[in-house]
């Protein structure tokens, strides 16, 4: 039997399509089952956006299986932090959760080549944030 997850984070951009689907991928990947993950979209595109696919195997993290998910009150009610990304995302608010807002560049429409920056900027505070949620545990 595992433990509980240590913390519980929810990321929303408007179509869950790119940045908040790319910073699943990472929380996942680099926190393993110690943080649960959610994402979320107030208007879910149809699909991950194929160079966000790409930019994060190149990373050796796949994503490819994901779907864009609507953003619910259930989701929020259940997260310990919501981070929206930089879309003006209008969330519910509730006490006790720590809302953060990633002003990121939108990889809609963009090649691969435009999506790594981003992608690497995700990364970073995505690792930023494992050490703090670490800290505040007691890890």
Known sequence: MSAAPL??????????AGRSQMAA????????????VRSAGS????????AAVEAM?????DIADQQPKVLTVEA?????????????DACPVFPGKKYLDWA????????????RPIRDEIRNRI????????AQRGE
């Open 7 to 16: 913390a519980s984070v929810l990321f929303v951009c408007v179509h869950n």
């Open 25 to 36: 991928g990472f929380l996942g990947h680099l926190a393993g089952d110690r943080i649960e």
């Open 43 to 50: 208007l879910p595109a149809d699909r991950v956006n194929p």
């Open 57 to 61: 195997k190149e990373v050796g993290v």
């Open 76 to 88: 929020v009610q259940a997260s310990d932090y919501v981070i929206t990304m930089g879309c003006g």
């Open 104 to 115: 990121l560049e939108d990889p809609a429409g963009k090649g691969v080549d435009s999506v």
């Open 127 to 134: 690792e930023a944030l494992v050490a703090e949620i670490d």
